[in-house]
C-alpha cells in the first residue's frame, strides 16, 4: 500500500540503545496503522510492535514490553521504534510495514514487508 524504508540498525552491546526509522518515500503516513517486525535466522517473523492510525494506540510483543516503544513523528513521515535495554535474542532483520490488523499475532503487510535494518546485539 505504501513503499516504507527501514533504517537505524547497526551492532551494539546487550543494554545498549537504537532508534530504527521507518520512513515513507511516496505520501502520508497519516491514518495508516504501521508495525515492526523481526525475523532472525531459521526463525520464524514475529511482530514487534504496531501503532494505530486511528487513535494513536500501541501494542506490543511481551518480549519487547517496557523496553521499545513505538511512536510516530507526522512532520517526517515516519514511525520510529526506540528499542532499550538490547538483549542479544532481540537480534534479527527489523522490518516495516502498513498493515492489516493490530493484532501482534496476525500482523500482516498490505503488500510486503520492507527489506529491513540489521539489528545485532553482542558482547
Known amino acids: 500500500q505504501v513503499r516504507l524504508v527501514e533504517s537505524g540498525g547497526g551492532l551494539v552491546q546487550p543494554g545498549g540503545s537504537l532508534r530504527l526509522s521507518c520512513v515513507a518515500s511516496?505520501?502520508?503516513?497519516?491514518?495508516?496503522?504501521v508495525g515492526w517486525s523481526r525475523q532472525a535466522p531459521g526463525k520464524e517473523r514475529e511482530g514487534v510492535a504496531c501503532?494505530?492510525?486511528?487513535?494513536?494506540?500501541?501494542y506490543y510483543a511481551d518480549s519487547v514490553k517496557g523496553r521499545f516503544t513505538i511512536f510516530r513523528d507526522k512532520a517526517k513521515n515516519t514511525v520510529y521504534l526506540q528499542m532499550n535495554a538490547l538483549k542479544p535474542e532481540d537480534t534479527a532483520v527489523y522490518s516495516c510495514?502498513?498493515?492489516?490488523?493490530?493484532?501482534?499475532?496476525?500482523?500482516?503487510?498490505?503488500?510486503?514487508w520492507g527489506l529491513g535494518t540489521q539489528v545485532t546485539v553482542s558482547s
Open positions: 511516496e505520501y502520508s503516513l497519516d491514518y495508516h496503522d
Open positions: 501503532i494505530s492510525g486511528i487513535d494513536g494506540s500501541t
Open positions: 510495514a502498513t498493515i492489516s490488523s493490530l493484532d501482534l499475532t496476525n500482523m500482516r503487510p498490505f503488500t510486503s
